[in-house]
């Protein structure tokens, strides 16, 4: 079973950046596509942003622009820069790979959690 391990997270005013950390146990991290994941006060864990294997990331619109994943295979670690954060941000971020084939040998990490002042 893969462990994820999520860091980073913080209290921070809106308007100001963090960049948060996901390391994966897993033996062949470059050939495994990753996301962060979200999970709002009261709601549900949604997906804000993927990466494929090769370093393309995608995004949800409303981080669009102010978040960017990047990931360093070597050290199997993918990352998560958030600029100009706002209170909508606020929340526990998780990682784990979106490919569904093979994320039920993933364990979700504790994820962690980013909260945004206004």
């Known amino acids: 079973q893969v462990q994820l391990a999520e860091s980073g997270g913080g209290l921070v005013q809106a308007g100001q950046s963090l960049n948060l950390s996901c390391i994966a146990s897993?033996?062949?991290?470059?050939?495994?596509?990753m996301a962060w994941y979200r999970q709002a006060p009261g709601k549900q864990r949604e997906l804000i942003g993927a990466?494929?294997?090769?370093?393309?990331?995608t995004y949800i619109d409303s981080v669009e622009g102010r978040f960017a994943i990047s990931r360093d295979n070597a050290k199997k670690t993918m990352y998560l820069q958030m600029n100009n954060l706002s209170s909508e941000d606020s929340g526990v971020y998780y990682c784990?790979?979106?490919?569904?084939?093979?994320?039920?040998?993933?364990?979700w990490g504790q994820g962690t959690q980013v909260i945004v002042s206004t």
């Open positions: 784990n790979t979106p490919h569904t084939r093979i994320r039920g040998h993933y364990t």
């Open positions: 897993v033996s062949d991290f470059s050939g495994v596509p």
């Open positions: 990466i494929t294997n090769t370093g393309i990331a």
